[in-house]
């Protein structure tokens, strides 16, 4: 196997990649990052222990299918996809993982309580 750049790789379906593959493969990888964050935050308190297990176990769900979509487009070698799930990956952790778009809370310098204080303080 060699890495490829090409127009005529078929990556995970027949007849694709079509002219914006790599975008598809960009944003699955968003996707991925999102749903990787932000899955436990997406379970409000009140609700009940069986719905809220549901629900992550669904959200856990969606994620697995879309980063093994991912993994299968790497794998094709082809270096356009390479490229756009590292790029989706990074901007996705840019967005919802990293704290430089976050508000402070309380005066910590990370975001939930229940989070352990960075290293080096």
Request: proline residues 5%.
């Amino acid at each position: 196997m060699a890495f490829h750049w090409g127009k005529t790789t078929e990556i995970i379906f027949s007849g694709w990649p079509g002219p914006r593959s790599w975008a598809f493969v960009f944003w699955l990888s968003v996707l991925v990052e999102w749903i990787s964050i932000s899955h436990a935050r997406l379970v409000r308190p009140g609700i009940s222990n069986v719905a809220a297990g549901l629900m992550r176990t669904a959200m856990y769900s969606v994620r697995i299918v879309a980063a093994y979509m991912v993994m299968l487009t790497v794998m094709s070698f082809d270096v356009t996809a390479i490229i756009a799930a590292v790029a989706g990956h990074a901007g996705g952790f840019l967005l919802f993982g990293s704290w430089g778009f976050r508000k402070r809370l309380h005066g910590m310098d990370y975001q939930d309580p229940s989070d352990s204080p960075p290293l080096n303080s």
